[in-house]
């Protein structure tokens, strides 16, 4: 995932057998290709400080990536599951694009060191990229709220 220079890991395709229904033995390969590319761009080019607005879409965006990685383990969050945060956080981005801001500790609250994406983050072995994508959001609380 994150390499510990800072740079970004190419992911290799996880396999996973499938058992074709009614075949037997017959048995096929998927390849899951994990899509971070909101996450990508936003380390790579931060945040417009001119645009916190959709700056604060793109953080958010971000996080809906990373706790859609396959094998996340919510036990330690205050979300039941994977449909939860990513639902929470959807909310929110639905809020914005809808020209509303939200308040700034339902926020905040997420990016929080021992936040619920914190310990997600924690579990699931992105903690890294987490705190790089907390940073973008920190630069952006300033400037929104």
Known sequence: MFSPNGGWLDFQPRTQEIQAP???????????????????QLLDEGIDPHAPVESLIHVLESAVELLALPDN????????????????LNSLIKLIKDGAIPERAKVAVLFAPTGPLQEVSLSSGWSEAFLKVAEKYDELENLLW
């Open 73 to 88: 383990d919510f036990c330690w969050s205050s979300w039941r599951g994977e449909q939860d945060a990513v639902g929470e």
């Open 22 to 40: 009614n075949s037997g033995s017959i048995t096929e390969l998927a390849v899951i290709y994990m899509n971070l590319s909101r996450t990508k």
